[in-house]
């Protein structure tokens, strides 16, 4: 990481702001701290030889735009595939060790993707809130995190693997909470473990509604209380409408859902989070890593509903968040996938590339809780930008994978993007 002391400017190249306005020639975007103190012209009086004290990049013939933030990520949910003879500490997924190591190799490579911001919603123990804070204190280099603890689940919902005799142990995803008393305990003890956002989890893929709204509104009232945010996992038309009228703040997938119940939707004011890239990439590879041709059915029956759902959301003004679900199985590599939620928001929503790197940037700061504070280069606002070799507007997909990225400038310092290649390879057997 380069020094934050130093003013960092970038010169020349296309600046996309994150505002939606148009792509415009940059003159000069400068950083001072890990805030942009000036966009537009260059600061009479900033003397670009004094090189002790100013870092110049220059970006000519390049694009400039926000750090991408990616709303829905895993990183220690650890796979069988770990489990091989080379790794018996990290065999599946009990190490709670191998995990967090595992974990903070994978969030350096997805900051090398050019994701600098990253919502985790669910891991096992609490991984990710210490792997937010160890990153927060520099000791590790990755995005910027916002991360919730295990899911909360009844009986029945995802995450709940195990017989009932066995339970939730804490290497599993879900935390089983089977009435409203159990739940607000376990908000009490998750928030007092320093989670940003509590994790609601309905059935797997949507068939049955697996929380009640009462229930789901007790969850909120109490998170809300202790100032952590929640968000539910719930495909299902069913349960889609009860959280929102129970006023959760956002809604991962809601694939299932029907317009009348997009409607409740909408009336709420609730966001939605489609993740379709989980359900396009399974399609794609999941037969070779592992699914079955049983679920590869119910995956299709939800890519299909997910598509009305994005048109319908649109329509009806509905506020779209966008996440990938990387990590949550090995059909979704970390590093590759983040930014295809956009290509998807194009190919199928309607979308113009601008309102989907929009929808990836500013629109996306609330998914880690900062809207307003992250997501355009504006001054005043932390300071996260990448510049690209292509053009995203022209092809939505140079944004997928970090190859056609020059630079990564997170809080105002520079990512060192060198051995970035290397390091995938390495890590190709742990994901
Ligand atoms: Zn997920």
Known sequence: MASSNKTLVIRNGTLIDGTGDPAAPNDAVVIEGNRFSGVGQLPPGLNLEDTARVEVIDAAGKWIMPGLIEGHCHLSFGFPAVSSAKYPSGRGTVSPGFSAIRAARNAQTILRSGVTSLSIPGGTWFIEVGLRDAI???LVEGPRIYTAGRFIVTYGSIGDYEPSWVGT???T???LANDVSDMITEVRRQTKHGVDFIKLADSTWGDTQTISKEEMAAVVDEAHRRNARIAIHS???GSTKAAAEAGVDWIMHADLATEGELYAVAEAGVR???TMTFLFEALAVGKERGRSDEELDIIRRNAESAMQVLEMARSLGVKVLCGTDSGNSP?????????????VMVKYGGYTPMEAIVANTRE???AVGMEGELGTIQPGKLADLLILDADPLA???????GKRLNAVIKDGRRVNLNGAAEESEALLALR
């Open 136 to 138: 927060n204190a520099g």
């Open 169 to 171: 142990p804490e290497h």
């Open 173 to 175: 995803l879900g935390v």
């Open 235 to 237: 495909r299902g038309a």
């Open 272 to 274: 939605i989070m489609p």
């Open 331 to 343: 059909v979704m590599p970390y590093g590759e996938l983040h930014a295809h939620e956009a290509e």
């Open 364 to 366: 996306n700061a609330y």
């Open 395 to 401: 092809d939505i997909r140079v944004l997928q994978g």
